[in-house]
């Protein structure tokens, strides 16, 4: 693990297994970081921040080593590709073309806002004469913790940021796929960043996350992950009031119109659902059709999952790996039994695949109700429950869409331009695509309304989580 700028292990010695999720093969083993090395790191990053070569640098310096990263990633891309395939399970292709390249893109976006965090001067009317002014200045300590579906572009997410506000950081990748988080350690030396600046702990969510949300000196912590983690971590930061912000679960719909280009709706609601086997907060795991085309919608994205190449994510023609886990294996197959018992009809998938790897089919479940478990909760794999609505009133469709604890990211098919930008109004979510999902880019705000989270990441509206305004008043 990386700690003030050393390479070291646990102070306890233990480590943890790092497997290929695609035969189950155990790759390495990595350090199982508990509270005694979180204090060595929040330590180390406390003192980097305070008096540390860092706090004293200027702003462009410290763009120009974020805009480094960027290019260090560009640099090694294919390798970064290839280890998340090998830890996360992902088509190799997906991991080049989405995770590492959106990693840096977003390092090169973050790298424009060091000498652009600035403050205001403030229009005050108290009596006397006054010069009041704000400074935008950094949180201070961060603690961030991400999970395993994209592991290095939720690192860029959490690090990149960070960095340009100026602070310092202890990140904790999930403990199923650490890698390529200690691999981009190697790179934080070579950008010139100074020892403490960044540490990364690899390590179990219970030990090292939980140390880590309740550490009385880390200042903001950043949070990645279930929803069910995301209420853990809102009770350990209360101990000093750390800032949060939280990224959670959803249960994303995908509203597809009579009037929609129904190729396109198809093939993009399919893509919505088994993109990265599913394993997406934002997949599209509720799809409503309207009844005149519920059927050659079903019929449609069932088609789609048929095409779909399965296999070991190194092979180039896959499109579809292995879930991550024993864990999320044994979860996925939970809700199919779950979905068969409450009267679903499975339409096509629905099974494990072979006996090595965790494989699971592209499902297709229709006749799926409001009250289904299936349909009220993260599934978190290949499945999608398709409901049909037979209402042509907006508000009546966006309530049934809106009939969930989350609010994520949605998603409506149609060439209607009123239909589309009305329902992006009605619709209670943070995120709303049209003709599109799973969008995301650098500049666009990310994040959820209701048990969805906290706040919002990239665009400009993440460097409110990662700095502080100052006001200052001066009496001339
Ligand atoms: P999780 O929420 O337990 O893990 C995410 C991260 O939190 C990991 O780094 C983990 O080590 C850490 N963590 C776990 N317990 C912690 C604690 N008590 N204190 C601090 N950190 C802790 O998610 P898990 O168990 O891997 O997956 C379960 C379900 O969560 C999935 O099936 C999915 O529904 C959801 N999930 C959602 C994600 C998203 O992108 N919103 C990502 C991963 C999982
Ligand atoms: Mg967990």
């Known amino acids: 693990m990386l700690i003030d700028g050393k390479w070291v292990d646990a102070r306890s010695g233990k480590t943890l297994p790092v497997e290929d999720p695609a035969t189950q093969e155990i790759v390495t083993h990595v350090p199982a970081a508990e509270k005694a090395d979180v204090d060595r790191a929040v330590e180390a990053a406390r003192r980097a921040f305070e008096s540390g070569p860092w706090s004293r640098l200027s702003p462009a310096e410290r763009s120009k080593m974020v805009w480094r990263l960027g290019d ?117 030396a070579e950008a010139g960043i100074p020892d403490g600046v960044v540490n990364i702990l690899t390590g179990y969510g219970e030990a090292a996350g939980a140390a880590l949300a309740a550490h009385p000196d880390v200042d903001k912590i950043a949070f990645t992950g279930s929803t069910e983690v995301g209420k853990l971590i809102v009770r350990a930061a209360a101990g000093n009031l750390k800032r949060v912000s939280l990224e959670l679960g959803g249960k994303s719909p995908a509203i597809v119109f009579p009037d929609a280009d129904l190729d396109h709706a198809i093939a993009g609601t399919a893509d919505a659902i088994f993109y990265n086997q599913g394993q997406c907060c934002t997949a599209g795991s509720r799809l409503f059709a309207h009844k005149s085309i519920y059927d050659r919608v079903v019929e449609g994205v069932a088609a789609q999952a048929g095409k779909l190449k399965i296999g070991h994510g190194l092979d180039p023609s896959v499109n579809l790996g292995p879930l991550v886990s024993k864990d999320q294996h044994d979860r996925v197959s939970g809700f199919l039994q779950s979905g068969r018992a409450e009267g679903a009809e499975v339409v096509t998938g629905g099974n494990a695949i072979g006996d090595k790897g965790y494989f699971f089919e592209p499902t297709v479940l229709a006749q799926t109700s409001r009250t289904m478990r299936v349909v009220r909760e993260e599934i978190f794999g290949p499945v999608v429950c398709v409901q049909s609505f037979d209402d042509d009133d907006l508000d009546a469709v966006a309530k049934f869409a809106n009939d969930t604890e989350y609010g994520l990211l949605a998603s409506v098919w149609t060439r209607n331009l009123k239909v589309a930008h009305m329902m992006a109004r009605k619709i209670k979510a943070g995120m709303i695509c049209i003709n599109a999902h799973n969008y995301g880019d650098a500049a666009w705000p990310f994040g959820g309304y209701k048990q969805s989270g906290w706040g919002r990441e990239m665009g400009k509206e993440v460097m409110e989580h990662y700095t502080e305004t100052k006001s200052v008043a001066a009496r001339l």
């Not at 806002?113 to 004469?129: F, K, N």
């Open 72 to 188: 260090l990633l560009e640099q090694h891309a294919d390798e970064f590709a290839e280890i998340e395939s090998l830890d996360a399970g992902k088509p190799v292709g997906n991991a080049r073309n989405q995770d590492v390249e959106g990693a840096i893109g977003l390092f090169r976006y973050m790298a424009g806002w060091p000498q652009r965090l600035a403050g205001e001067t403030v229009p005050v009317s108290s009596t006397g004469d006054w010069h009041a002014y704000t400074l935008r200045e950094p949180v201070g300590v961060v603690g961030q913790i991400i999970p395993w579906n994209f592991p290095l572009l939720m690192l860029s997410w959490k690090v990149a940021p960070a960095l340009a506000a100026g602070c310092t950081i202890v990140l904790k990748p999930a403990e199923q796929t650490p890698l390529s988080a200690l691999r981009f350690g190697e790179l934080v």
